[in-house]
């Protein structure tokens, strides 16, 4: 009897089925696989616990910077109200003393007849009230009362001062 032949393949065992070479691969990433399936697990975990923890907090922070931000322009806000109000509270108080100054030189002209004039002096908050003086002095007694030849704050009034003098006036604050 003719029997056809028969491939052997190195390593197998005709008495054991033998695995072809796919599957023996199949079994071995398997075995790769449940190995690292076991610690897939808990890595996974922690990268997805990272990945949401990161995003979380990144949220946060976002939120916080846009809480500070918008507290700052409310502040600024508020700054800015306060100092218009200052500004206007400000403007009516002059606009009041201006109107005080007003009715002092009207009562000061009733009074007298020599009244010339009136300023009202924002800075030191007074009221000047100009008159003609009836003796006036010489050019040279003006210039020994007020010298005009004074440095700083004050040499701007003696200079002023001086030239009313000079004019035959002076003023009286109020």
Known sequence: ????????????????????????????????????????????????????????????????????????????????????????????????RKSDCLDIYKTESDKWNNVRGWRYDEEGDKCMIRYKDDKPKSDTQCDENYPTNINGSFGLTILMRNSLCKEGEFENSF
Do not use: C, W
């Not at 065992?13 to 033998?18: C, S």
């Not at 691969?25 to 922690?46: E, N, Q, R, W, Y």
């Not at 700054?79 to 218009?84: D, I, K, N, P, Q």
């Open 1 to 96: 009897e003719y029997q056809p032949f028969k491939l052997r393949v190195l390593g197998s065992n005709p008495r054991r089925p033998t695995k072809s070479l796919a599957s023996r691969a199949l079994t071995h990433l398997d075995i790769t696989f449940m190995t690292l399936g076991k610690s897939f697990l808990p890595i996974a975990i922690v990268l997805a616990s990272l990945i949401i923890g990161g995003s979380f907090y990144a949220i946060q922070i976002n939120k916080q910077q846009s809480i500070e931000r918008q507290q700052q322009l409310d502040l600024q806000e508020k700054h800015r109200a306060e100092e218009a109000k200052s500004e206007q509270d400000n403007k009516e108080f002059v606009a009041q």
